[in-house]
């Protein structure tokens, strides 16, 4: 088993940041890989950026690309999703989530076996 648990969401103005966390716990040892998803009202749950549990390697939606920064804390066992230059198309419920099986950063949701409960991120105009 492996507990998430997120935290650092809010509501911010257009053009800030904000960080969220993820902290593991339980069989972390099992993690492969962690990605950030998100879901805004009336639509899909999305990809957002993924890590490899080493840290070696990160992949990032198209949408988010060069404004949301993934990284880990091994000490920690945190994994964070530095989110700037925010905008209001960003409001959702972050998650985040960890895949023990697939050898590569999945995209995809259903491939993910464990996940944290979510926190709002809310961007004002």
């Known amino acids: 088993q492996v507990q998430l648990v997120e935290s650092g969401g809010g509501l911010v103005q257009a053009g800030g940041s904000l960080r969220l966390s993820c902290a593991a716990s339980g069989r972390t040892f099992n993690i492969y890989t962690m990605g950030w998803f998100r879901q805004a009202a009336g639509k899909e749950r999305e990809f957002v950026a993924g890590?490899?549990?080493?840290?070696?390697?990160?992949l990032y939606a198209d949408s988010v690309k060069g404004r949301f920064t993934i990284s880990r804390d091994y000490a920690k066992n945190t994994v964070y999703l530095q989110l700037n230059s925010l905008t209001p198309e960003d409001t959702a419920v972050y998650s985040c989530a960890a895949d023990l099986r697939t050898l590569y950063i999945a995209t995809k949701a259903y491939l993910y076996d464990y996940w944290g409960q979510g926190t709002q991120v809310t961007v004002s105009s």
């Open positions: 890590i490899y549990w080493s840290g070696r390697s990160t």
